[in-house]
C-alpha cells in the first residue's frame, strides 16, 4: 500500500514537471506481467503501448499505477524521432529469465504466446544483443571484449576525472548475471558480463569503476541510487555522443536527473552527467540537492514547488537496503 501511494505521488511529480519543461505527450508502457483489474478505462489488457497527453492524464486510468504492484511505466513522447518499433522486456514465469518482444505486442499477444505455451521460438532470446544480429551484435569472446573495453579504458578519461580501477579482466557470463543483470563490476575489480553485452554494458560498468571502486562496497550500498543514477546518465551520453547502440538501464532514475537539468540549465546534458558524476560518491547526492536548492531559491519557487521538486529527487538518495 505505501509503496503504491508513492509510486502514485512520484507520478504526479513527473507529470508536473513535464508539463513544466513542455513535454505535452507520454509513451505508457503497460508491463507484461499479470492482468490489472478490468475496471480500468484503458488497461494493459487491450493496449499496446500508448500514446498519451499528460494534461489529460487520470491517474489510476490511463496512466500508471494501474493496480496493486504495477510495473507498467511511461516515457515521455517525442513527435518524430524515433520511427522504430523497439522492444519490450518481459519475464519468463517458468525460469525467472528476461526475454524481448517487439514494442507493439499488446498483452493478450503475449498471453497467448507465453502464458498459453503458444510459439515462442521467435521469442526465446533472453538479452537484448542477441536479438539484434541484423544490427551487427553478435556474441563475443572474453578476448574481444577486454580488447574493447581497454580502448574504454583510454577513452574514459575524457569523461572522468579519476582513473579506472578495472583489472584489465572480464568475466563472460552465458546467462543473465544474478538472474537480471547484462554486467557486474565485481568487487575484485573484474567485469562480469553477458555474452550479448552492448558496448554501453562496458561503458556502465567502466563508469563504476572510477567511481564507486574508489571506496568499501558499504559506500556504494548507502549510496547505491546516486551512484546507478549518474553512471547511466553519464553512460546515455556518452554512447549518444560516439553513437554507441545501448540498452537503457535505471530510466527513473535517468529522468529525473535529465528533468533537473531541462528545468534549470546547468549545461547539457552531457556537461552536467560529467560535473555530477565527478563528485565524489559520499558527497554526490547532498550536492545535487544543494544545487537544486539554491536554483529554486534563484527562481523564487513557491513553497509546494520548492517541497515538490525536493520529494522528487529522493527518489536518487540511498540505496536497496537503506
Ligand atoms: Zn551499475
Known sequence: MICNQS???FYRIIHRCLLLIGIDADVVFPALDTP???SFALSPVIVPPVI????AYELLSIAPPFHVHCRSTTVPYFDDEFDAVGERAARDEETGKTYFVPGNMTYKEWEKVFVNSGDKSQFTPTSPMEKSNELGYTIRTKEEFENITNSIKSDITNYAN????WSGNINVHKDLIDGDAMGVKEWSCDIAVIASADDGVLWHEMLHSCSASYYLPNVYSEHQFIEEGTVEFLKQQICAERNIRN????EDKVLILKTINDSFGYGTDLEFAKEIFNVPLPDRYQWLVDKVDESLR?????FEDYNDVMFFLKALEGGENG
Request: proline share 9%; charged share 10%; hydrophobic share 45%.
Open 298 to 302: 534563484n527562481a523564487n519557487a513557491s
Open 52 to 55: 498519451v497527453q499528460v494534461a
Open 162 to 165: 579519476n582513473h579506472s580501477k
Open 36 to 38: 490489472p483489474p478490468k
Open 247 to 250: 540498452i537503457g538501464a535505471y
Open 7 to 9: 509510486i502514485l505521488i
